[in-house]
């Protein structure tokens, strides 16, 4: 049958509450999205301008394809969630089963991830041979609640006083062995286990993604400094300037990393060529606004092949 399009003429019934504690899931799953990305989340503040903005507004300009926000797929997830997902075939959203298969309704036609976790996936053959890589992010920076007393203080000065302190737990291993990494190498290892020492786990509304869980903790007070990717820290006190602030780690860029693209084994679109063709021109310029490295500063654009041993 021919189910009815969401929009403003004739919007589908909503439910509030709960319901909007589902995560980083933007736009239709009945299988009519021309354009599907599953990317990482980390880097959303960044991508989904240029995805729901920008790439319309694109392709009308170039006569590619007739596509519109709502005909756009993105799901953001952490990569460890995104990746098993892909390698499931599926993704459990409470109650609920969204089935991930190539030939099925949902699938991505691009995933974007760290190189590591493309490779792993074009073994398995979830996505092709190649990656472009488009971003690199500068290591991790603090992200302050106001009020705390925290501000302006240096790493070991941070260590000495033992605040509450919230980063990604072990389900995001990924970007929690990065600030591990980081803490231990800028702030040597005894000041790195002072800061752990108070570090928040559980805590009711956690989900295991750190986008949303680090500015969760500090807004509502259950943390005092958190640790999180720099362009994240940013867009979070830029959000919640009167709650939140940003404070930079001195040297954490070296502790960056890449992000990179991959076409998926989906069949061709032409939404997603016209994708292609479009996506590095916006995000050469609008990814170092949002706080990542310039162009400049690393080998943007290159391609990579994935899947050999």
């Known amino acids: ?63 590619r394809v007739g596509i519109t926000a709502e005909d756009i797929l993105a799901i953001t997830l952490p990569q460890y969630l995104l990746a098993g997902a892909l390698a499931a075939g599926g993704l459990v959203l409470g109650n609920a089963v969204l089935p991930l298969a190539p030939d099925g309704p949902v699938f991505p036609d691009i995933v974007m991830a760290g190189t590591e976790a493309l490779e792993n996936l074009a073994k398995k053959g979830l996505v092709r041979g190649e990656a472009t890589v488009f971003a690199r992010h500068l290591g991790p920076a603090l992200l302050l609640r106001r009020g705390a007393g925290l501000e302006g203080l240096v790493l070991t000065e941070l260590a000495a006083r033992r605040p509450r302190l919230v980063l990604a737990t072990e389900a995001e291993a990924g970007a929690r062995s990065q600030y591990l990494a980081a803490l231990g190498a800028l702030a040597g290892p005894d000041n790195r286990s002072a800061l752990l020492a108070n570090e928040v786990g559980v805590f009711p509304g956690r ?81 170092p606004t949002y706080g990542f490295a310039s162009a400049t500063e690393f080998a943007y654009g290159r391609k990579m092949m994935l899947g050999g041993d």
């Open 1 to 63: 049958m021919d189910w009815p399009r969401y929009g403003p003429e004739n919007a589908w019934p909503r439910l509030a509450g709960h319901t909007d504690s589902l995560p980083d899931l933007v736009g239709p799953l009945d299988g009519s999205a021309r354009l599907t990305v599953f990317t990482e989340g980390n880097h959303f503040p960044a991508l989904l301008p240029i995805l729901f903005e920008d790439f319309p507004t694109w392709c009308a300009e170039h006569g």
């Open 207 to 287: 989900l295991g993604i750190q986008h949303r869980d680090v500015p969760y903790a500090l807004t509502q007070g259950l943390a005092d400094v958190g640790i999180i990717f720099r362009h994240l820290a940013l867009y979070f006190a830029g959000a919640f300037p009167e709650t939140l602030a940003y404070a930079p780690i001195p040297g954490a860029a070296a502790f960056g990393r890449e992000i990179a693209l991959a076409s998926s084994a989906r069949s061709d679109t032409p939404a997603r060529a016209a994708f292609l063709e479009f996506f590095l021109e916006p995000a050469r310029a609008q990814y």
